[in-house]
């Protein structure tokens, strides 16, 4: 078993390959030595699970992603709603709220690819 960019998909996310076996030799569907895109869920899911990588990526989302999310969400409620209350400054709170959004949003997607890369 190995991993290579599926060129159905993106080539962000791997496709799981496997050796020609019996049945599609037999069927006319592959020629033998080619490798073929697996697709059995289960075989799918136990490789995606037994690879390196997908635990870096368990690892940011368990306990990395809430740290930020919770520092985050304590700094909305008491700084970011108490300057929306004085109502001056809140175009630029509301400004910075959106750009941590878009930080978190851009740190969570360069986790996966890198996890999958």
Same mark, same amino acid.
């Given at each position: 078993?190995?991993?290579?960019y599926?060129?159905?998909?993106?080539?962000?996310?791997?496709?799981r390959?496997? /050796?020609?076996?019996?049945?599609?030799?037999?069927? $006319?569907?592959?020629?033998i $030595?080619?490798e /073929?895109?697996?697709?059995?869920?289960?075989?799918?899911?136990?490789?995606?699970?037994?690879?390196s990588?997908?635990?870096?990526?368990?690892?940011?989302?368990?306990?990395?992603?809430?740290?930020?999310?919770?520092?985050?969400?304590?700094?909305?409620l /008491?700084?970011?709603?108490?300057?929306?209350?004085?109502?001056v400054?809140?175009?630029?709170?509301?400004?910075?709220?959106? $750009?941590?959004?878009?930080?978190?949003?851009?740190v969570?997607?360069?986790?996966?690819?890198v $996890?999958?890369?």
């Open positions: 078993m190995r991993w290579k599926s060129p159905l998909l993106s080539s962000q996310f791997p496709s390959y496997c /050796i020609v076996a019996a049945p599609e030799l037999e069927s $006319g569907h592959a020629v $030595g080619e /073929i895109m697996e697709t059995s869920f289960y075989r799918n899911a136990y490789s995606m699970f037994t690879y990588t997908y635990f870096q990526v368990l690892f940011y989302f368990l306990v990395i992603k809430p740290a930020i999310t919770l520092f985050f969400s304590l700094f909305f /008491i700084v970011c709603v108490t300057l929306l209350v004085l109502v400054p809140a175009p630029i709170v509301l400004r910075v709220c959106r $750009g941590i959004g878009k930080w978190q949003a851009v969570a997607v360069e986790v996966l690819i $996890g999958v890369k």
